[in-house]
C-alpha cells in the first residue's frame, strides 16, 4: 500500500486530496487516481493529466517509470507558471 496526496490545480480541480492504494507502479496508480476521480462529480482527472505532474516519491523527484514499494510516499504536484 502506497499513500498518495494530491497538491495544486488537480487538487482543487478534483478534490482528490490524500488516499492509500494498492499499485507496482505510477502508471497502475494513476489509473487506480482516475476511477476515484470519475466517482466524485467534479471534474474527472484523467491519466493524462496525472502523468504532467512533477512526481515526488518519499520526498525525492522521481522519473516517470519508478516502481512503487509498500509504504512508500507519494506526492503529486501540477506545473505552477505565472508571470
Do not use: W
Request: glycine share 10%; proline share 4%; charged share 25%.
Amino acid at each position: 500500500m502506497v499513500s498518495v496526496k494530491l497538491f495544486g490545480a488537480l487538487r482543487l480541480r478534483s478534490g482528490l486530496k490524500e488516499y492509500q492504494l494498492e499499485a507496482k507502479n505510477l502508471d497502475e496508480l494513476y489509473a487506480r487516481l482516475a476511477e476515484i476521480s470519475a466517482g466524485t462529480g467534479l471534474e474527472p482527472v484523467t491519466v493524462k493529466d496525472l502523468r504532467a505532474c512533477i512526481v515526488m516519491i518519499n520526498g525525492k523527484q522521481c522519473r516517470p517509470r519508478h516502481a512503487l514499494s509498500d509504504g512508500d510516499a507519494v506526492v503529486l504536484l501540477t506545473p505552477a507558471s505565472g508571470g
